[in-house]
């Protein structure tokens, strides 16, 4: 498929999908159109901050392997940016979506009790400040990098290093914003304190996950000279490490509210686990971890680029059935997915793809001003 | 041909050198090539064809095994051998056993990996690798690389060893001898070594059984012992009489135990046994006698238990004809009040359950003084 032909393929598979959800709203009721839409929202937004938190991880530890790889992270991470608008928009959903947002659920002291922090005017503050920060994080991280493609300003690594660790921060406290407030106040009775890094793993095995597949899908077509398997085995040999990361913190959060059976934790669960969603969790167990672990064993399948674009989509399918089976429940039925779910898809998939490709055509593939750009290339494991 | 070379060495002045010179002296010599290096060279393992290394798959099966006999054991312990109810839950919860088997995984793998790696791959212990003596080593720990090319235990040419290497450029040519086997370990030296570890496990001993018999037993731990509580006996501030026992309601009628009015062992001998010689209270007495007095008395009542008495004083053979002589009242007595250095067992033993126990004492003291008459007379011969 030559270039003109993808793009043409992509607008029009986006087209269809933004009449479907418009027609999701009209026909099949607003709840409908607005849990699809937090959830799509949050699955490109975490692979979009999951790769800027990539970014930032070079620059913390000063890697070289890493810097050939860069741009591609770098440019996924601006759909975090392209997901801001969505998140803004969903804050239509409250009064639709969130129960805490009605009066008569204040009734309840467990959730009187939260009004402090779940009102909607400091969770629309949250939100506010949460898209600020991303913007200027991504403003210095991924921008500066970009303008260094022509400046070749030496400079910018020093600065980036200074900042990369307070993006850090940010992050931490803005992805545990994203995962209490989005998603864990969709049942405002709940109690779980390692959400925000059980949703932090999830974050970053998708940008990891996007990244690998781009990665090797620019390989393929020629666009990163001198990328060796090297480089790619490092992105698998994470991909591998943060599936255990993933399954140990999603298990440790089960294993204590299923030990202690407290009934504000277990009802969560309680819900994510009868009738279809029960096999859900299966399917989470063996896709979001025995697969990947298990094929990602052996040393060859770290950097060989078919089986490890496999497992990356695989990854990424995981990841979608993850946030599934977080926040559908929330509609009170069995899991669905008509119409209106594979409009959403049609719609926000190969949106993100046509935006990807339109960012990656905006300039060089790699940080070619990068002055340890070189050195990145000579890494050899 | 030389049946006493471990390998022939050649050296080079860097390790691109040495890569260069591996193709050439492989396509001229059959025998295996290794090479020593300062630091690692990449991609060497690949040029000189070695094996790729067992330690992966030994430390996959080895883990595989170490969750499946952790699960096997969890299952046994908790769902067959003694079913023990946690924290409510049914016995085979396989949620608690999942850290455990993660551990044991670990635990399994990392021992494979290491102890696998060092004695069964590389031999260890092993005191006089032929390397240790030859006289290139020093320079290959500073700044040479050495190629060789080793017999494996075969036959080796040395010449066109030799030349091969000095063909590929190498500047110095060692050629490192099998060292002489090793001589026969003397008897000498096996009874030095026996003497040290018999006179060493002697002297451990001695001083255990000294230290545990002269130092008086400290007690390690007091946590339950010194609690915030009243202790029988001791003052207290809040009642006005200074006691901290209270005196029963006056008009207390006490139920059970019944009152027990016997005063001394001729008022006792008078009291009958209350109990019937029914087969449920044998049964009673046998439980009650096994738990309590068995400990000193023995199982069969002869003075003789299991358990050597700690303090000087010979627990009394109750089948001898004196304790039969006693009137049931008067063993009441006894376990009541205590006897010689016997302490009263009252408050171990209910008022039924210590009339049961002299029934069942009885039982034990006519079954080993037992005569023909009381053998059914069908048996008799």
């Not at chain 1, 060089?364 to 050195?375: N, T």
């Not at chain 2, 494996?152 to 060893?161: C, H, K, R, S, T």
């Not at chain 2, 063993?331 to 209910?350: C, E, Q, R, W």
Request: net charge positive; with cysteine.
């Amino acid at each position: 498929m030559n270039e003109r032909h993808a793009t043409t393929t992509l607008s029009a598979g986006t087209a269809v999908g933004l009449a479907g959800v418009l027609a999701t709203g009209f026909v099949a009721g607003w709840e409908r159109f607005w849990i699809n839409w937090i959830f799509w929202f949050l699955f490109v937004l975490t692979i979009g901050l999951g790769c800027l938190f990539i970014v930032a991880l070079e620059h913390v530890v000063s890697a070289r392997w890493s810097v050939p790889l860069r741009r591609v992270p770098e440019r996924l991470s601006s759909l975090a940016i392209l997901m801001a608008p969505a998140l803004l928009l969903a804050l239509l959903s409250l009064p639709v979506l969130y129960p805490w947002t009605r009066p008569e659920a204040h009734a309840d002291p467990v959730i009187a009790g939260k009004a402090g922090w779940l009102n909607v005017p400091f969770f629309a503050a949250r939100a506010v400040a949460c898209v600020g920060l991303w913007a200027i994080s991504y403003r210095i991280l991924v921008s500066g990098s970009v303008r260094q493609d022509q400046e070749r300003n030496p400079r910018f690594n020093v600065r980036v290093r200074r900042f990369a660790p307070v993006f850090l921060v940010i992050f931490g406290i803005t992805i545990t914003v994203v995962a209490f407030d989005w998603i864990s106040s969709l049942e405002p009775a709940w109690y779980s304190d390692v959400f925000g890094v059980y949703i932090f793993a999830g974050t970053f095995l998708a940008g990891l996950a996007a990244s690998t597949l781009a990665v090797l899908y620019l390989m393929a077509k020629g666009k990163l000279p001198g990328v060796q398997a090297d480089h790619v085995y490092n992105l698998g040999g994470f991909l591998f490490a943060f599936t255990v990361f993933w399954a140990y913190i999603g298990f440790a959060q089960y294993l204590l509210m299923w030990y202690a059976n407290m009934p504000e934790e277990v009802f969560w669960y309680k819900e994510r686990l009868q009738g279809g969603w029960g096999l859900l969790v299966l399917a989470l167990a063996v896709f979001h971890f025995f697969v990947p672990f298990l094929v990602l064993i052996p040393r060859i399948a770290k950097s060989e680029p078919k089986r490890l674009a496999r497992i990356a989509v695989v990854v990424l399918l995981a990841h979608w059935l993850d946030l599934y089976w977080m926040v559908f429940p929330v509609l009170g039925q069995g899991p669905v997915f008509g119409w209106p779910e594979l409009s959403f898809a049609l719609f926000f998939i190969p949106g993100s793809l046509l935006w990807f490709r339109h960012m990656m055509s905006r300039g060089a593939a790699m940080p070619v001003g990068d002055p340890i750009l070189r050195e990145g290339l000579e890494f050899r494991l | 041909m030389s049946n006493t070379a471990f390998s022939v060495l050649g050296l080079f002045d860097s390790s691109q050198q040495l890569m260069e010179a591996i193709p050439s002296v492989k396509a001229k010599v059959s025998a295996r090539l290794n090479a020593y290096t300062p630091y690692p060279v990449h991609g060497i393992g690949k040029a000189l064809g070695l094996r790729k290394s067992p330690v992966g798959g030994m430390v996959f099966v080895m883990g595989l095994i170490g969750a499946l006999s952790a699960m096997a054991f969890e299952l046994w312990t908790a769902g067959i051998d003694y079913p023990l109810v946690t924290a409510g839950k049914p016995y085979l919860s396989w949620q608690s056993f999942v850290p455990i088997m993660f551990e044991v995984t670990v635990l399994f793998a990392c021992f494979t990996s290491g102890l696998g790696m060092l004695f069964l791959l590389n031999r260890l212990p092993f005191f006089r690798h032929p390397m240790l003596r030859s006289k290139s080593m020093p320079f290959v720990t500073r700044d040479k690389f050495a190629l060789a090319v080793e017999a494996e235990g075969q036959a080796l040419d040395v010449d066109a060893a030799a030349a091969a290497l000095r063909a590929a450029g190498a500047q110095m040519i060692e050629v490192v001898e099998q060292p002489a086997p090793l001589a026969p370990v003397s008897p000498n030296f096996l009874m030095r070594v026996f003497s040290v570890i018999g006179i060493s496990c002697l002297v451990a001993g001695c001083l255990t059984y000294w230290g545990v018999k002269l130092f008086p037993v400290t007690i390690p731990m007091v946590h339950m012992l010194d609690q915030p509580r009243l202790d029988p006996q001791q003052e207290n501030s809040y009642f006005g009489d200074g006691f901290g026992m209270r005196m029963p309601v006056a008009g207390t009628v006490a139920r059970i135990p019944l009152p027990y009015a016997v005063k001394s062992q001729n008022d006792a001998s008078a009291l009958g046994n209350p109990l019937p010689r029914t087969e449920s209270v044998l049964k009673q007495g046998r439980q009650a006698y096994d738990t309590v007095c068995a400990v000193c008395h023995g199982l069969l009542a002869n003075g003789e238990p299991s358990l050597t008495s700690a303090y000087g004083a010979k627990p009394a053979n109750l089948v001898a004809e004196k304790i039969r002589n006693y009137s049931d009242g008067m063993i009441h007595f006894v376990i009541m009040n205590g006897k010689n250095a016997m302490p009263s067992y009252a408050s171990d033993l209910t008022q039924d359950e210590r009339w049961a126990v002299v029934h069942y004492l009885r039982a034990l003291q006519r079954a080993l003084n037992a005569k023909d008459t009381d053998i059914p007379k069908e048996s008799r011969k």
